[in-house]
């Protein structure tokens, strides 16, 4: 006969909801900036205007006022570059960024051969126009005109895929992570059958045969375990762990952290659960031992 015993409810998960929102907030926001800076290789241009230079760039349009701008120069080969933040590909610079020759200066720029500086309201921009003498006469004589950064956008989009890529992959390892920790809380148990308990974790199994256990306690370890391999969550605790106090080689399948039923093998592995009524659950797996 197989006498099922099953953990306490967690408190909601709540941690585990948190952490999912949190974690896919951030991944979006990395690639709504993967794809802010993809659409910056193929659009980024400069116009100036009868009053202002208008710089285009992925999702933003910056206005510089031309009355506000008190100086315009060439940095050919700006060195010591830091980038704050923003992006920094092979054909794509924009953000914030500080070099040698500038300081600090927003960067709206493809390439970093030759740097078109405006100073403006306080502000240190930098341009990189294919004609960057043509875009200096277009601001000191007003004269409205479009200007093309240099480079292929192919490039910059290429220099992007690996990121953008990468952050896919992050999504989707999240996404299911967080779903496989959402049904180990959902179908945990313990399952004493007549040859072995079972712990069935909501993923794989975990089959620990009567033989080759060599201790059974209930107790509350001092101190707190260190997640080695697997989840920690509020009272979700899958997985290895160290906690001198629990046992060597220790493999946790709970949903509270106190107090634990240990089971210490033969191998000099330790095994901690967590099933409701543990003072029924260490009788019953004694008597089975006997």
């Not at 020759?101 to 990189?128: K, M, N, P, S």
């Not at 809380?185 to 009567?210: F, N, Q």
């Not at 906690?243 to 033969?266: C, D, I, Q, S």
Request: charged residues 20%; aromatic residues 8%; positive net charge.
């Amino acid at each position: 006969m197989t006498e099922t015993f099953y953990p306490p409810q967690p408190a909601r998960t709540t941690g585990l909801v948190a952490t999912r929102i949190v974690t896919l907030v951030i991944l979006l926001f990395a690639l709504f900036s993967i794809g802010d800076s993809l659409f910056a290789a193929a659009n980024m241009n400069y116009a100036v205007t009868p009053t202002a230079v208008e710089v285009r760039s992925g999702l933003r349009t910056t206005v510089i006022d031309l009355d506000e701008i008190s100086k315009v120069s060439l940095v050919e080969k700006p060195t010591k570059g830091i980038r704050v933040f923003g992006t920094g590909t092979a054909g794509l610079k924009t953000g914030r960024w500080r070099f040698a020759e500038t300081g600090d200066i927003t960067l709206f720029a493809t390439q970093l051969d030759l740097l078109l500086v405006i100073d403006a309201g306080g502000v240190r921009y930098g341009l990189t126009p294919a004609d960057p003498q043509g875009l200096m006469q277009a601001i000191s004589t007003r004269t409205p005109g479009a200007f093309q950064p240099p480079g292929s956008a192919m490039r910059a989009v290429m220099g992007l895929a690996i990121p953008l890529v990468l952050v896919v992959v992050a999504v989707a390892a999240v996404l299911y992570t967080l779903g496989s920790i959402g049904r180990f809380a959902k179908g945990l148990r313990y399952e004493l059958s007549h040859d072995g308990l079972t712990i069935r974790t909501g993923l794989r199994p975990v089959r620990i045969g009567y033989q080759d256990l060599q201790e059974v306690e209930l107790t509350s370890p001092k101190g707190y375990p260190l997640r080695l391999a697997g989840a920690s969550i509020g009272g979700l605790l899958w997985g290895r762990f160290r906690w001198n106090e629990a046992g060597p080689k220790l493999r946790l399948y709970t949903t509270r952290m106190k107090p634990l039923v240990l089971l210490r093998l033969k191998d000099g592995r330790t095994f901690g659960i967590t099933p409701e009524e543990d003072d029924r659950f260490v009788r019953a797996l004694q008597e089975r031992l006997r």
